[in-house]
């Protein structure tokens, strides 16, 4: 009996079904982006001074409290990096600020992951830098994604496919459709 290779399968945490600020449950905090410098934050943990949003996103209440951080990886850092909560005590949402240019749970930079898919597809093999499997991974979630939403149009343009699901809103390598 042949013994299969099941490690490696998982690579990021299950994803959620994204449902919508609406629906934000309690524990799962709304992800807010902020123009701000990934190796600051890291230097200067807990002391980084991080932007206060004006209103709550959920129920533009104007009054927004501190609640905490939470720890989160990203590549090219040697350790956790602090990210800023503030939860709204009028809807209870728990808001999450975190640097632009990274998708929703994933510790490349939209950069990196759109610059190993180029790469990918003018020579046919992995970048490199990025471990084989995960590379793999964002190349097959990007092909699945963009037949689903951009159809046979699109063709063999992954990189336009890339691109204009980042305009619709979507993380174009997420495996979640
Ligand atoms: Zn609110």
């Known amino acids: 009996m042949k ?6 399968r998982r690579t ?10 609406s629906s934000t449950r309690k524990d799962e905090a709304m992800i807010l982006p902020v123009v701000a410098v990934l190796k600051e934050i890291y230097e200067k943990g807990r002391d980084y001074l991080w932007p206060k949003p004006e209103v709550c996103p959920c129920c533009k209440a104007s009054r927004l ?4 951080f939470v720890l989160a990886y990203f590549d090219g850092q040697l350790g956790g990096v602090y990210l800023r909560r503030y939860r709204c005590p009028q809807c209870n949402s728990v808001l999450r600020l975190k640097p632009e240019g990274y998708f929703k749970r994933f510790q490349s930079s939209i950069q990196d992951i759109r610059a190993s898919i180029c790469h990918r597809l003018k020579s ?7 471990s084989r499997t995960r590379e793999g991974h964002w190349y097959k979630a990007l092909k699945r994604k963009a037949k689903a939403y951009l159809g046979d149009a699109i063709g063999d343009d992954l990189l336009q496919a890339f691109d204009r699901l980042c305009q619709m ?5 997420s495996r979640s459709i």
């Open 124 to 130: 046919n093999c992995c970048q490199g830098g990025f």
């Open 12 to 21: 990021q945490p299950p994803l959620k079904q994204n449902r919508g600020a």
């Open 3 to 8: 013994k299969r290779a099941e490690s490696f």
């Open 65 to 68: 409290w501190g609640h905490g």
């Open 169 to 173: 809103g979507k993380v174009p390598v």
